[in-house]
């Protein structure tokens, strides 16, 4: 018989080598499992992959009844990937997740926006910092051109923060204006650069990054040790510049990319663009924005409901 431990080795070789899913994915792997692995030893469970039932399962999801419904529900993702997996290489008979049936709600909340103002801000923070004058070989001139680089892609192209930390030098390019994303399960998609303005930037920031860049790197953004930036130091200079700006809001990099979303579609863009843009699989995921915030729906109300066409004044006044 296969051990749970044996049976998950086979399954992140499986993640790594055949379905080339990403470092970060891999790793929630692990930990799921050898959370379960863990489940049941305390509980004095057989450890078999072959004994595995619906009863040890129910009982495992039970004591995850502690965790958000979100941390819930990517547990079970991750044991029903592996139960599949094991019940395609024959090692058990069936999936034992088929034989359960439950569901979990998630509280549906609303994603924290930036006005467009609110935005402005925070471009008015960082380019406030950019200094003339000052040697190319400064760091702080370095970091502040880099700085403005994060924000200017963060907002121009509402790309996750691990997919701005691993872009690559030769997934830009700068002469026809689009970078090349690497998005969830290794998926491509080009995103075009149109404002001349941010080109300049990520120009400027390419040209004094030669004299910090690792040669052993090939991360397009680099910290001062010429080693890629981190999506803790890019979460670092948002916090930063949230705190210059002063925006009460807790603005975040995930932040730009659903004030990006809801921005589009306040500008009537067609929300199977702003999938493509964003690199949604499903329309489902990008429906979350289709909200409108409460200024917006006032001005709506107040300038395009029918009701202003007709005033039924003059019957007031007989």
């Not at 058990?92 to 103002?117: A, C, D, G, H, S």
């Not at 493509?276 to 709506?300: C, D, F, P, R, W």
Request: proline share 2%.
């Amino acid at each position: 018989m296969t051990t749970i431990k044996e049976a998950t080795t086979d399954f992140i070789l499986h993640c790594m080598h055949e379905k080339k899913l990403s470092n970060k994915t891999q790793k929630c792997y692990g930990i799921d499992l050898n959370q379960f692995h863990e489940f049941l030893t305390k509980e004095n469970h057989q450890s078999y992959i072959e004994l595995m039932d619906k009863h040890v399962l129910r009982s495992y999801l039970h004591s995850l009844s502690a965790y958000k419904p979100k941390t819930i529900k990517r547990k079970i993702a991750t044991l029903k990937a592996f139960f599949n997996f094991m019940e395609f290489e024959d090692i058990i008979v069936v999936n034992p997740f088929r034989k359960i049936r439950f569901q979990i709600k998630e509280p549906k909340r609303l994603p924290t926006v930036m006005t467009e103002m609110e935005v402005k801000k925070i471009f008015d923070a960082v380019y406030s910092k950019r200094q003339t004058g000052v040697k190319e070989t400064d760091f702080r001139a370095f970091e502040t051109i880099r700085n403005i680089a994060v924000i200017e892609l963060l907002f121009a192209t509402g790309v996750r923060v691990s997919e701005l930390s691993n872009l690559n030098q030769d997934n830009i390019d700068l002469n026809s204006g689009f970078i090349k994303v690497i998005g969830k399960g290794n998926k491509e998609r080009v995103i075009q650069i149109c404002n001349r303005e941010m080109i300049s930037v990520l120009e400027q920031y390419s040209i004094l990054s030669k004299g910090y860049r690792n040669t052993l790197t090939s991360s397009f953004f680099v910290n001062r040790l010429g080693k890629q930036l981190s999506e803790q130091s890019i979460r670092y200079i948002v916090k930063h510049l949230n705190t210059l700006a002063t925006i009460h809001k807790h603005i975040t990099p995930h932040v730009f990319r659903h004030s990006l979303a809801t921005l589009l579609l306040e500008q009537g863009v067609d929300i199977k663009y702003i999938q493509v843009i964003l690199g949604h699989s499903s329309i489902m995921t990008t429906q979350i924005y289709t909200h409108v915030n409460s200024e917006k729906q006032k001005a709506i109300l107040k300038d395009m409901h029918p009701r202003k066409n007709f005033s039924m004044e003059p019957s007031f006044a007989n």
